[in-house]
């Protein structure tokens, strides 16, 4: 069987957005067609949403439906971004909404104020209401990305992230999380965050694991509807949707944890069952408490990208699940859908997406497609009417229609929301009970206050790092301390505690002392990352620089505690073995005091606060790229999901194994990619010009701009010939769904090798591809060498693969070694393509 891609894998490799597909090109997508499945699975529940409909805001919306212009509608299902789109575009389109992304803030300026949000917040809202050009006056909606509090704000409150969050198995705290956000947020004006995250990861690879509650569906559920009904308020109170609260997002429906290989953006393939059993759970409580949007995956189910999938955006989220809010794109994924572009996509309104996220400046075209669309029937009168009904019935709920401008409301630029003292105990609360211990040998905590304590690792004085990211900026990189004022890293933590005790705490990144200490702890582990950056090819922690501290401070017989920062599972076991005790923190956000609650003694030398986190993912025996769930190959987890010591547990940790169970990469012999026919695991696939996608397995096709023919060199069909038409980008080339590692190659003259056959030159620029996912990745032009190539004759080229890595593409993560992209003419034929060693390239980047 041929495995499929999923386009977000290799999303922005066309420039423009001119190509990008998602399933075989004979996939129905959803275009207000019947549904691919005639009829529901009976596995789907039926719901009814927390919030029940107001008939008199329904006869309010049909007179506001019936005032609107079509181009006032559409202007509706827009939502730009503050970079990208100024208050007199707002005016002038009539846009529905704003937002703002990771690392966007008012003016450019990373330390805006909170006068600052609020006063941008207002020039938005007073643009949507002027009514200058005889429109209707319908407020814009501003969402956020306020995953751990109101994390692109200065001083605000960063919770634990959600990962750690699971670890407390506390629902209720879930709910005083969600209102806190909720708090912090309304003071700046902005009225929706794009939270809670509901993802159930199943491969701890996935580079957004940090954002899952747990592997386990039963715990995302539990917490789903708490933190929904903290950020909006609770279902049948006064405080729903009300001052102090916001509009809340259940994502990324659906199954965005569940993707082959933890590949982000990628394919979940399972049946139905598996879909409803695992990864809807969580939207079940969501929708009971009332959450009033729901935001698609980038990530596909069997093929099918979310953004056009009519089956489950609308037959099942809508009509079965009984959600009558609105369903908002992510960044731009409409893009993905079979048959669509970043500027044109009436097939994901039609398949039940209500919203666009169009983040960049082409927004303005595909405002102007869609109107075109909605004029010529290619997006149904009923179904625009539909998703307007939805978001206006949204805005109303929360109060946008009378609340006035942002500035004016209860909250508007109350900094004493922001990072709140009651807001960050809370906050210290949830570092507390999230911290999960592994080891405790010799019970070696909890500690002594009045000692002398050593503080190394480069993560005991770093708040972004102990932060992650979605910290400040998008990926949690370029900050410093400085930049999250009233917050506290684990050594300060750790140093008010001793200090008052009349200890001494000593900070020393590298573990270099003068006076031998009488215990050492050293924080360390993952950098930021968000999603994308964060996807990794196995579970080995890679930090030999951290392992050899703790084996330097184990040598001289000082006691050593190990903290470790992370974002998943990873296998650590040389790190625990050179530990006498070892705690996994996660990233606690802001409030690092809270480790140190946990670590040391009260003044009276008991217990200060007992351990309760306790694991909700399997923790790996080994770096293998295995799935290790509940339920699913728990003999291959070290600690199995909720295991977690406490001070009363007594347990004395035996020497674990430091086999990896990895293999070294063999480059000795040459990695056949191609050679007459596609091998394991790649395919060959072709992305044309109309941005449709399909996976080659006949002697001949022919998409739109392109076209793929066996041919014969050798001997019969051991070669494919690749004509491009010059009407558009399209694409050639060998994907997979797996990742493949080639860093062995890299230190030994490793080149990427094929042989091509040009039969009629480049008509534009040519680009040679490698690609280890969404942002990841490499091209070099070839366009001179296929210019200069001698007509109709065979010619060996190799690439330096050092050159591949020096521009982007992650070589222990491959997923596509080979593609070629042109939006001009070209006829050429490849022949036996590979990856080799001890090579003389022909390309090298210089």
Request: glycine share 10%; charged share 20%; with cysteine.
């Amino acid at each position: 069987m041929k495995k499929r891609i999923l386009l977000g894998v290799i999303s922005g490799l066309i420039a423009g957005g001119g190509i990008a597909g998602c399933s075989e090109k004979n996939t129905t997508e959803g275009s207000g067609h019947e549904s691919p499945t005639a009829h529901l699975n009976a596995d789907w529940p039926q719901l009814t949403s927390g919030i029940a409909k107001d008939p008199a805001m329904e006869a309010r919306i049909d007179e506001l439906l019936a005032r609107m212009s079509l181009e006032e509608k559409v202007g509706q299902l827009m939502q730009v971004e503050i970079r990208s789109a100024t208050p007199e575009d707002v005016k002038n389109y009539h846009v529905g909404s704003i937002l703002n992304g990771g690392g966007a803030f008012p003016n450019d300026n990373k330390h805006a104020t909170v006068a600052d949000w609020v006063a941008l917040a207002d020039a938005y809202y007073n643009a949507s209401m002027d009514t200058s050009d005889g429109g209707v006056a319908i407020p814009m909606i501003w969402g956020t990305d306020a995953v751990h509090g109101h994390n692109n704000v200065i001083g605000a409150t960063l919770f634990p992230h959600n990962i750690a969050l699971g670890a407390t198995h506390n629902p209720q705290l879930m709910r005083q999380i969600g209102a806190i956000t909720a708090a912090e947020v309304s003071a700046t004006g902005i009225d929706w965050v794009f939270a809670p995250t509901l993802a159930v990861t199943r491969d701890d690879r996935w580079g957004r694991s940090y954002e899952s509650y747990s592997e386990d569906p039963e715990l995302v559920r539990s917490y789903a509807g708490e933190l929904v009904e903290g950020l909006q308020g609770g279902i049948g109170s006064d405080e729903l949707l009300g001052d102090r609260h916001v509009v809340g997002t259940a994502k990324h429906f659906l199954a965005d944890g569940g993707t082959s290989g933890g590949i982000d953006r990628g394919d979940a393939q399972m049946s139905e069952e598996e879909l409803v059993r695992l990864h809807a759970q969580g939207y079940f409580s969501a929708i009971e408490a009332g959450v009033q949007t729901v935001m698609a995956s980038f990530s596909s189910w069997n093929g099918e990208k979310m953004h056009g999938h009519k089956y489950l955006l609308t037959d099942v989220l809508k009509n079965r699940l009984g959600f009558d809010g609105f369903v908002i794109g992510d960044w731009a994924g409409h893009q993905f859908v079979n048959g669509c572009t970043n500027v044109r996509c009436p097939q994901a309104i039609n398949a039940g997406l209500d919203m666009f996220m169009a983040p960049d400046p082409s927004w303005k075209e595909l405002y102007a497609n869609t109107v075109e669309d909605a004029k010529s029937g290619a997006l149904s009168a009923e179904r625009l009417d539909d998703a307007v009904r939805r978001i206006l019935r949204v805005k109303m709920r929360a109060g946008l229609f009378d609340a006035g401008a942002p500035s004016e409301r209860a909250f508007a630029a109350d900094e004493s929301l922001i990072g709140a003292p009651a807001h960050r105990a809370i906050a210290r609360q949830a570092v507390r009970e999230s911290l999960v211990m592994l080891k405790n040998n010799d019970g070696l905590l909890p500690l002594a206050r009045n000692q002398r304590v050593l503080v190394a690792g480069d993560g005991a004085d770093n708040i972004g790092k102990q932060a992650g990211g979605w910290s400040i900026t998008w990926q949690g990189t370029g900050n410093e301390n400085a930049d999250f004022p009233g917050a506290t890293s684990v050594f300060g933590g750790i140093a008010e505690v001793v200090d008052a005790a009349g200890g001494t705490a000593e900070l020393s990144v590298d573990g270099s002392f003068e006076q031998k200490p009488d215990v050492a702890i050293v924080v360390f582990g993952e950098d930021p990352y968000a999603e994308m950056q964060g996807d990794v090819s196995n579970l080995d922690y890679n930090g030999d620089a951290d392992l050899a501290l703790l084996q330097r401070l184990r040598e001289q017989d000082i006691p050593v505690v190990a903290l470790f920062i992370t974002g998943r599972p990873l296998w650590v076991n040389p790190e625990i073995n050179a530990s006498d005790a070892f705690v996994v923190i996660w990233q606690p956000g802001t409030e690092g005091a809270g480790v140190a609650d946990v670590l040391f003694r009260d003044a009276d030398g008991a217990v200060n606060h007992d351990f309760k986190g306790k694991l909700t993912f399997s923790w790996p025996n080994d770096a293998r790229p295995e799935l290790r769930n509940r339920g699913q190959n728990e003999e291959l987890a070290q600690f199995q999901y909720g295991y977690g010591l406490t001070y009363q547990s007594g347990v004395q940790l035996a020497e674990l194994s430091e086999e990896s169970g990895l293999q070294q990469s063999d480059a000795s012999e040459a990695l056949a990619v191609f050679n007459g026919r596609a091998l394991d695991p790649w395919s060959l696939q072709v992305f044309d010009a109309g941005n449709n996608h399909a996976v080659i397995a006949s002697s001949v096709a022919k998409l739109q701009g392109i076209q793929v023919q066996s041919v014969d060199r050798k001997v019969q069909e051991d070669s494919r010939r690749l004509q491009w038409s010059g009407e558009g980008n399209a694409m050639a080339g060998f994907f997979a769904n797996s990742r493949t590692d080639l860093s062995g190659y890299l230190g030994n003259q490793g080149a990427l090798v094929f042989d091509v056959k040009v039969d009629a030159v480049p008509s534009d620029v040519v680009t040679l591809g490698m690609n280890c996912g969404t942002d990841c990745g490499a091209e070099q032009s070839i366009t001179e060498l296929l210019k200069a190539a001698a007509p109709g004759e065979w010619k060996t080229v190799a690439v330096d693969l050092q050159c591949l890595a020096q521009r982007g593409a992650k070589m222990d993560m491959v997923l596509s070694p080979f593609y070629v992209r042109t939006a001009g003419a070209l006829d050429l034929t490849v022949h036996d393509i590979r990856i080799a060693s001890n090579t003389d390239a022909d390309i090298h980047c210089g």
